[in-house]
């Protein structure tokens, strides 16, 4: 079975949790539409982070260390191919 591992330490000591309830953007949408600006209080607040106990590095689930060197790897092979300078030269 594969281990997660920190994307940027390669630590395997991980923690995870959900993110709460924000009381700052429930004042803040409050303030700016009135009642209806609570609920954004809320949003994005069922997602799960995982912290690296090493370096304290954030992230979510599947950005782990393997992850992170197979995106590395993608972006590399797509800068090397001639559409993509090519679109990069037109814009």
Known sequence: MDEIKCPKC?????????????????????????????????IGSNKIKITCLKCGTRFKPGEDLDSAKAKKIQQQKAMKSPGFWIFLYLF
């Open 10 to 42: 390669g630590s395997t000591q991980l923690t995870s949790g959900k993110k709460g309830f924000s009381g700052k953007k429930a004042v803040a949408g409050a303030v700016l539409t009135g009642g209806i600006g609570i609920l954004a209080g809320t």
